[in-house]
């Protein structure tokens, strides 16, 4: 059974691009979860996919975006890219409603913006 | 909205002494409480976890944790470390809401060095 995967594990991008990351979810997982964790810093949580519906949203602006497909995978997308969203992106999958249900980590996506 | 602090931002232990980190939140009500473990360069593993009942929570690889409401803590301990155990160690909180899970609050972390 394998768990979370995200590709790719590593993205060069320049400033004002625009990237796309991926996660598959652990198999039984409905809802996926975004963070992203900048270097010497714990995780921020960026927004969560369940129902193919942004369930909840953290402090991010709407550069940050993504969407949930019917198999429950989802993609993360960030326009205008800027030096500071240089970070590792991880990607989280769980079953929503299910209390005590462990939060699984993908390795995440490291992008660095040149 | 909750919070999380970690105080010490770097621990260094013997191998085979043993082992506390702290860990500190902010929230109204009573939070979900997690430690996670990132080896470098990997993604996140789950320690232990504490949801209601017995404040005591046992983890994996020899972890556990105690939840002090009166403290709004939640401190990791091992009783003796090894090598393998270096890492970075995060504190984090949760809470559930309409049905589901909310997005989890990380405390900065704290980095384990563990010297011969």
């Known amino acids: 059974d394998a768990g979370v995967t995200q590709s790719p594990t590593h993205l060069i991008k320049t400033r004002g691009q625009q990237v796309t990351l991926r996660c598959s979810p652990k198999?039984?997982?409905?809802?996926v979860s975004w963070y992203q964790q900048a270097l010497g810093q714990g995780p921020q949580f960026i927004f969560q996919?369940?129902?193919?519906?942004?369930?909840q949203r953290g402090n991010f602006p709407d550069r940050f975006s993504g969407h949930q497909f019917p198999n429950y995978s989802s993609e993360l997308n960030v326009n205008a890219l800027l030096l500071g969203d240089s970070a590792l992106y991880l990607c989280?999958?769980?079953?929503?409603?299910?209390?005590?249900?462990?939060?699984?980590f993908g390795s995440g996506t490291q992008l660095s913006v040149l | 909205a909750q919070s999380v602090t970690q105080p010490d931002i770097h621990i260094t232990v013997s191998e085979g002494a043993s082992l506390e980190l702290r860990c500190n939140y902010s929230?109204?009500?009573?939070?979900?409480l997690f430690w996670y473990v990132q080896s470098p360069g990997q993604g996140l593993q789950l320690l232990l976890k504490?949801?209601?009942?017995?404040?005591l929570v046992q983890g994996i690889k020899g972890f556990e944790a105690e939840f002090k409401r009166s403290q709004s803590s939640f401190n990791l301990r091992k009783p003796s470390v090894h090598w393998s155990d270096a890492a970075e160690y995060f504190c984090?909180?949760?809470?559930?809401?309409?049905?589901?899970?909310?997005?989890?609050?990380f405390g900065k972390g704290t980095h384990l060095i563990i010297q011969p």
């Open positions: 996919y369940y129902e193919e519906e942004e369930r």
């Open positions: 504490y949801f209601s009942g017995d404040t």
């Open positions: 989280a999958s769980s079953a929503q409603g299910v209390r005590g249900e462990k939060l699984f």
């Open positions: 198999s039984g997982h409905d809802t």
């Open positions: 929230y109204g009500a009573t939070p979900y």
């Open positions: 984090a909180v949760g809470v559930y809401s309409g049905g589901g899970a909310d997005g989890l609050t």
